[in-house]
C-alpha cells in the first residue's frame, strides 16, 4: 500500500527488506533476521549512493538496518515516533538517533531525553486548505445535515465495516455517513448501498479510498468512528473532530495508549472491538443529539493540536543534515 502511495506523488521509492523477530516463532525468527541482514546490505548500498546529508525514519522493524547502516556511514539520523508509546525496534533505533522527535510530551518518558524533541503529528498540507463549507460541496453533502464519518483503514477494518452495515438504515436516519472502506469489504458495501431504499441512498456515500478527497471528509463530518492509528493524534485536533475510536485489537497496544490518552482529554469515546455492534448505534444517536457535548469533545481534542508539526519536523531533520 505505502509505495502505491508513495508513487502516486511521484516520489522515488526503494523497497528495503525487513521481518520482526519479537514475538514470532523461531523459524520466523530466523527467516526474519536473514531479511533484516538483506535490508542491511541494501540499505547499505543505498546511502553509498544516495550520500545522504541526514535520514529520517518513523520505526517500526524496518527502520533498524536503515538506522544501523546510516550510524555506520556517520550519517546522522532523526527517529519520528508517530504513536505514543515507542515498540521495542523504536526504543532500540533511539539508541542509534541524533533526535529523536515525538508526537506528544508523554512518550518523552520512554525515550532518552537529551535527545528528544516535541513536535506533533505532520499533517500533509492538501489536508490543511480545507474547510467545513468546501468539504461538504466537493463530496456532495447536505451543508446543513450532520455528517458522520468512518474511517475503515487502506485495506479495510472489517469489524467497523460490519457494524455500520448492520445499522445502516438506522445511521442513515440520525445523518449523512461518508464511509472509506478499504479495498476489502468494497463489493459488500457496494451491493448494500445499492438495496438502500431511495430515501437513503442519497445519504450515504461509501469510497474504497479517498486521497484528495481526505481533507474534505475530516474537514465535512461533525463525528468519526475509527481505528486509533497515529493519525488520530494529529488529524483530528486539526480539524477538532470529537471521535469514537476502536482500537485494533490483533496487534501490540500502540492503539489503545493512543486511544485512551484522548479519551484521558475528554477528546474521544474509546468502544472495544467486541462490543461495537452493540454500542455503535446508541453513541451514535447520543453525540449527534448533543451538539453541547460534541463541542466540548471539539474543542478538547483542538487543543491538543499541532498544525505545524511537519515544518518544526522538517527543521529539525535540515539543521542534522546542515551540521553534518
Do not use: C
Not at 525487513?18 to 548500498?45: C, E, Y
Amino acid at each position: 500500500m505505502e509505495a502505491e502511495l508513495v508513487a502516486r506523488i511521484g516520489v522515488p521509492f526503494t523497497a528495503i527488506p525487513a521481518g520482526g523477530v519479537h514475538g514470532v516463532g523461531l523459524s520466523r525468527a530466523l527467516t526474519n533476521v536473514w531479511q533484516l541482514l538483506r535490508g542491511f546490505l541494501t540499505a547499505w548500498q543505498l546511502l553509498r549512493r544516495e550520500r545522504p546529508a541526514a535520514v529520517l525514519t518513523t520505526g517500526g522493524y524496518v527502520s533498524v538496518p536503515v538506522a544501523l547502516a546510516a550510524w555506520l556511514h556517520r550519517v546522522p539520523v532523526l527517529l519520528y515516533l508517530p504513536d505514543i508509546e515507542p515498540g521495542l525496534s523504536f526504543r532500540w533505533v533511539a539508541r542509534l538517533a541524533t533526535r529523536v522527535a515525538v508526537t506528544v510530551e508523554d512518550s518523552r518518558q520512554f525515550l532518552p531525553a537529551r535527545k528528544v524533541v516535541v513536535t506533533g503529528y505532520p499533517l500533509r498540507k492538501d489536508l490543511q486548505r480545507w474547510e467545513r463549507t468546501a468539504g461538504r460541496q466537493a463530496l456532495g453533502l447536505d451543508p446543513n445535515a450532520p455528517v458522520l464519518l468512518v474511517l475503515g483503514g487502506s485495506r479495510g477494518a472489517r469489524s467497523i465495516n460490519e457494524a455500520v452495515l448492520a445499522h445502516l438504515p438506522a445511521l442513515l436516519e440520525l445523518s449523512q455517513l461518508v464511509h472509506m472502506t478499504g479495498s476489502l469489504d468494497w463489493d459488500k458495501v457496494a451491493a448494500k448501498a445499492e438495496a438502500l431504499p431511495a430515501a437513503l441512498r442519497g445519504r450515504y456515500h461509501p469510497f474504497a479510498y479517498l486521497h484528495e478527497e481526505m481533507g474534505a471528509a475530516l474537514a465535512a463530518a461533525d463525528l468519526t468512528l475509527s481505528r486509533a492509528g497515529a493519525s488520530v493524534l494529529g488529524e483530528f485536533p486539526y480539524f477538532g473532530l470529537p471521535a469514537l475510536l476502536v482500537p485494533y485489537p490483533y496487534a501490540w497496544r500502540y492503539q489503545k495508549v493512543n486511544a485512551e490518552w484522548l479519551a484521558q482529554r475528554d477528546a474521544a469515546i474509546v468502544v472495544t472491538d467486541a462490543e461495537l455492534v452493540d454500542t455503535l448505534l446508541p453513541l451514535v444517536q447520543e453525540l449527534l443529539q448533543s451538539p453541547e457535548r460534541r463541542a466540548t469533545m471539539g474543542a478538547n481534542v483542538q487543543a491538543l493540536a499541532r498544525p505545524e508539526a511537519a515544518q518544526d519536523i522538517a527543521r529539525l531533520w535540515l539543521a542534522l543534515g546542515q551540521g553534518a
